[in-house]
Nanobody, 128 residues
Framework: QVQLVESGGGLVQPGESLRLSCAAS????????MAWFRQAPGKEREGVSC??????????YYAESVKGRFTISRDNAENTVYLQMNSLNGEDTAIYYC???????????????????WGQGTVVTVSS
């Protein structure tokens, strides 16, 4: 059974950085796509960033609100995906979820792109 475990969340001040990690266990195959979603209080879940591909050739996607500030990466050998978040602001406060998908598909951030596995989330709070 696949498990995704997020870590790295916390309380930071505006302008600071955090690095989230999502470690997958229970399988020995590479996911085609891995992604980060977030859900802020009172808001719907939104896609933040995703990375997809195989054989070391990855494509990354970012929501407009995080472009230039967040960077997604992954270590296939460790089945881990990271989200480096810089210049954080209050609008980044949310629960961040990791997701993974086995199957091929274009644009891993499109609204109808379904994921097979989800983590439990890690809380990011940006406040002074």
């Amino acid at each position: 059974q696949v498990q995704l475990v997020e870590s790295g969340g916390g309380l930071v001040q505006p302008g600071e950085s955090l690095r989230l990690s999502c470690a997958a266990s229970g399988n020995t195959l590479d996911f085609y796509a891995m992604a980060w979603f977030r859900q802020a209080p009172g808001k719907e879940r939104e896609g933040v960033s995703c990375i997809s591909g195989s054989g070391g050739f990855d494509i990354t996607y970012y929501a407009e609100s995080v472009k230039g500030r967040f960077t997604i990466s992954r270590d296939n050998a460790e089945n881990t995906v990271y989200l480096q978040m810089n210049s954080l602001n209050g609008e980044d406060t949310a629960i961040y979820y990791c997701a993974a998908r086995w199957r091929y598909g274009n644009n891993c951030l499109r609204p109808d792109y379904s994921y097979d596995h989800w983590g439990q989330g890690t809380v990011v709070t940006v406040s002074s």
